[in-house]
């Protein structure tokens, strides 16, 4: 005797459907438990590509200071090869054209106070100096004001350094060490650095460079190390600098075992529809 299929009301073949059902529910779980895994194997390469890099930064950050990128290399710098490199510049700071850029730190808000060096060459490196509290409404309004008249004048407030070479003869020949970093252009904090008025978000070499008259410009700056902070005769400020942040989120481990345990449920789920868990449910309704 041949076993009719279960005729629901109105006619319709149950079997088939729950058939075609089960089909789908096996491919979607292949599929989920491809794609867990390829997942998981993405975050495995990049959590020992992630170590891979902390070791490196390690290194550099740790390395005796060697000298800074001249122009030759310019071209070739980059965040893989040059990022976080302790490396030492020498020539003449101009003061005259520091700028200053937005900066939340461990010390609180404020700016980072940015200097132009100018090497013996003629090319000119920007060096962080360090850390400075947020200027007073007064002096800060001054600083804008002189920066304003010098640009109306036509000329920037680092064009009498350039002019003469880069060697003012109120300021000193020195040596500084710190980390390279890689130019930040556009802004930060959620907002566009305004050059024409002196308000710096980031620290963009290239528009700062511009903006202050100073050319040939390093397409990097440097993060001075602590206790080398010179201070600037006209008015004595002495910021704070070795405060760099080195800091790689490395969660790609835990990532990892998320995709490989929702591979495993997923594997869970295929081994039960294998083992016929779709036709017991199937015959457990047909006895209700």
Known sequence: MTKQPHVAEGGASVAPRSGALRLALLVGAVLLIAAFLALGGWQVQRLFWKRALIERVEQRVHAAPGPAPGAARWDGVSTATDEYRHVSVTGILLFEASVRSQAVTALGSGHWLLTPLCRDDGTVVLVNRGFVEAAAPAAAAAT??????????????????????????SSPRVTMTGLLRISEPGGGFLRKNDPSKQRWYSRDVRAIGAARGLRPMAP????????????????????????????????????????????????????????????????QRRRD
């Open 144 to 169: 804008g004001a002189a920066g304003a008249a010098a640009d109306s004048a036509g000329m920037s407030a680092a064009a009498p350094a350039a002019a003469a070479g880069c060697q003012p003869a």
């Open 220 to 283: 990097y700056f440097i993060d001075a190390d602590p206790g080398q902070e010179p201070v600037n005769p006209a008015d004595g400020q002495r910021p704070v600098g070795g405060l760099t942040v080195i800091a790689f989120p490395n969660s790609h481990l835990v990532y990892a075992l998320t995709w490989f345990a929702l591979a495993s449920m997923a594997a869970a789920m295929l081994w039960w529809l294998l083992r016929g868990g779709g036709q017991e449910r199937g015959a």
